[in-house]
Nanobody, 123 residues
Framework: QVQLVESGGGLVQAGGSLRLSCAAS????????MGWFRQAPGKERAFVAA????????YSAGSLKGRFTISRDNAKNMVYLQINSLKPEDTAVYYC????????????????WGQGTQVTVSS
């Protein structure tokens, strides 16, 4: 099993920045691709970004490119999501997940999830 714990969310004004962190423990972290998803109230969990096990390949949702950057540090078992120029529509619970597949943008591909961290953007 893999345990994931997200942190770094909070209340921020529009235009601000946040860096979300995801700490992993359990099975060999570096074997997995990692992804970030978000879920707003009443909406389905939506793909944000993903990164390969080595960190050399990343993939982001088209509408979010340029503002969201995913990275990882395998030595620390950490994955990060840098979010810049935050907008009120970015308000959601942000989840990190682990996948051993190549279908990075589908939540069904993820085997383990963290509990999520709330991001609230005020206008």
């Amino acid at each position: 099993q893999v345990q994931l714990v997200e942190s770094g969310g909070g209340l921020v004004q529009a235009g601000g920045s946040l860096r979300l962190s995801c700490a992993a423990s359990g099975r060999r972290f570096s074997n997995y691709a990692m992804g970030w998803f978000r879920q707003a109230p009443g909406k389905e969990r939506a793909f944000v970004a993903a990164i390969s096990w080595s960190g050399t390949s990343t993939y982001s949702a088209g509408s979010l490119k340029g503002r969201f950057t995913i990275s990882r540090d395998n030595a620390k078992n950490m994955v990060y999501l840098q979010i810049n120029s935050l907008k009120p529509e970015d308000t959601a619970v942000y989840y990190c997940g682990v996948t051993s597949t190549t279908s990075w943008n589908s939540p069904k591909s993820y085997e383990y999830w963290g509990q999520g961290t709330q991001v609230t953007v005020s206008s």
